[in-house]
């Protein structure tokens, strides 16, 4: 192994064993430490010394190691699970996974689930979170549908979100109860926000808007085993890509596909990771050890971890959820919520007792019931305030919203046809700015022929989406693959945008995509 870094969530000990009370607080304050610099989950590796070696420990002293182990995680806190034990020089090197215990909030992440239309990718939500297989005849999908329609067509058209939770020792909370997501909620240490997004290419725009409004630490992209790469599962496959969302490949169907056409389809999905570009490096999860190995590597981006599972059968879903206990969290949470509060609104509902209630992913920040917090900007580039009279997360009445959560505030001082998705609701320490014009860099990722100034692409950003028009351009004309600064001006609105932020700009067949270099 390399060396112990310093910094992050990963410590070495070649064992733990502390002789004072001084030690033992010692080690407590380095096991928080390694916590916090994993947002709440560590990995602990015994029987391995701070140069990476593999020595390993005998049975004496792995008793006495997780003995120390279990006191320390009693002071801070904290609960762990093996996650592997392989043979070292002299004895057994055990991988630990330590989460800080149940704490409010739960540790957040979210998935994005993507893949061509039929995939299986509802099926397999619905399966993840109620806890029950797939009849073949669509029982999984009517569990997490939004709408009817959907259900006639076994087709999913909107963003659609439910929770996976897992407890202090990894086992699903889901897989215990009903489907309920308060309960999942108070029951859980971690959660998993699973976002389904539309796989049909009409729905492109709903898919842009799922993948940047959430913030996304790992991108889910289904593919059946019978039908492969085809439809939009490389334009979903370049869209996480180009956004820098690490990708895990889950096969579905195994079960009713014959195991020749499944092979074809899974090395032609093996050759497409290895493409110029893409450059990543595929791994079959066949046993928890392999699990535990891509779980640990995954921020890193480069490799892509393959599950074959069946939603019917339940062949492979084990494995596929103790990975996902184990994958630990790329977004700061915690870094964030320590900044002014911010949220871009997605939805907006009437509920009667409540009024109106807009809701979305608090990137930044905290929020209290009772706050006075500004909405905006208006067509007219003016923000209005508002009072937030109640919050839900997870459909649980809470008293404050933190960042990483996604959460429904009940609003007032404002009438709702002039509420738009988009419209953000800013905290004090924010600046207040309503932007028309702005400065990227671009990537044009897709072009038939040429972009100049006059193009006029779709800007997907946050929850935002609107007509833009490119008004300068340091390249007299841009193909695909070129790169260059240009100036986008918004035609209908201005929008709140961030200095950095990440979008992307469509229009036809073209895709393309940029980061915010300065507001002007």
């Known amino acids: 192994m390399e060396r112990e870094k310093e910094e992050g969530n990963i410590e070495y000990k070649l064992m733990v064993k502390p002789n004072s009370k001084e030690r033992l607080e ?6 928080m430490y390694r916590i916090n610099e994993g947002g709440g989950e560590a990995f602990y590796e015994l029987g391995v010394s701070n140069d990476g070696q593999l020595l390993g420990l005998n049975e004496e002293e792995a008793r006495q190691s997780f003995e120390a182990m279990d006191k320390i995680c009693e002071m801070i806190g904290a609960t762990y699970i093996v996650i592997r034990k392989e043979r070292g020089k002299r004895g057994d090197v055990y991988e630990l996974l330590v989460r800080r215990s149940r704490d409010v909030p739960p540790i957040m992440m979210n998935l994005v689930l993507l893949g061509n239309v039929d995939a299986g990718k509802s099926t397999l939500k619905g399966v993840l979170v109620t806890g029950k297989l797939d009849d073949g005849n669509g029982s999984a ?13 076994r087709r999913s058209s909107s963003v659609s979100i ?48 799922g993948v940047l409004g959430s913030l996304p630490d790992y991108a889910l992209l289904v593919v059946g085993a019978n039908a492969g790469i085809i439809g939009s599962f490389k334009e979903h496959l370049g869209i996480a890509i180009a956004l820098g969302i690490p990708v895990v490949i889950v096969m579905t169907k195994i079960d009713a596909t014959p195991r020749e ?17 893409i450059n990543r490096i595929p791994i079959i999860v066949r046993e928890l050890n392999d699990a535990a190995v891509a779980a640990r590597y995954m921020t890193h981006g480069k490799i892509v971890p393959i599950f074959l599972v069946s ?11 103790s990975f996902l206990n184990m994958l630990p969290p790329r977004v700061a949470w915690k870094e964030r919520a320590k900044k002014g509060f911010l949220c871009y609104i997605d939805q907006k509902y009437i509920i009667p007792g409540a009024g109106l209630v807009v809701a979305g992913l608090v990137e930044y920040g905290s929020v209290s019931e009772g706050d006075q917090v500004l909405l905006g900007p208006f067509d007219d580039g003016s923000f209005k305030t508002v009072r937030v009279r109640s919050i839900q997360v997870n459909r649980l009445p809470v008293s404050r919203a933190v960042a990483g959560e996604m ?32 400065k990227a860099e671009i990537k044009v990722l897709h072009h038939p022929t040429t972009i100049r100034v006059g193009y006029e692409p779709v800007i997907h950003v946050h929850t935002i989406k609107q007509t833009s028009r490119l008004i300068k351009s340091s390249k007299e004309y841009m193909r695909t693959g070129d790169s260059g600064e240009v100036v986008f001006k918004f035609l209908h ?11 992307i700009f469509r229009e036809g067949t073209t895709r393309g995509i940029g980061r915010v270099l300065e507001l002007l």
């Open 141 to 153: 999908m009517s569990a997490v549908a939004r709408y009817p329609h959907e259900l006639r067509m």
């Open 493 to 503: 609105r201005p929008e709140y945008i961030l200095k950095g932020d990440v979008f």
């Open 162 to 209: 439910h929770i996976l939770g897992f407890d202090d020792k990894g086992n699903s909370v889901n897989d215990s109860i009903p489907y309920n997501e308060p309960e999942i909620y108070m029951k859980s240490s971690k959660l998993v926000n699973l976002i389904d997004l539309a796989g049909h290419f009409r729905y492109l725009k709903t898919t842009l808007r």
């Open 26 to 31: 010692e080690l407590a304050t380095q096991l």
């Open 261 to 277: 056409v499944a092979m074809k389809n899974l090395r032609d999905v093996i050759k497409i990771l290895k493409l110029p570009g």
């Open 407 to 438: 959460a429904g505030f009940a609003i007032t001082g404002v009438d709702q046809e002039d509420v738009r998705r988009g419209m953000v609701l800013l905290g004090s320490g924010r600046e207040v700015r309503a932007t028309w014009k702005f």
């Open 311 to 321: 939603n019917v059968t339940g062949q492979g879903l084990s494995l596929l959820k």
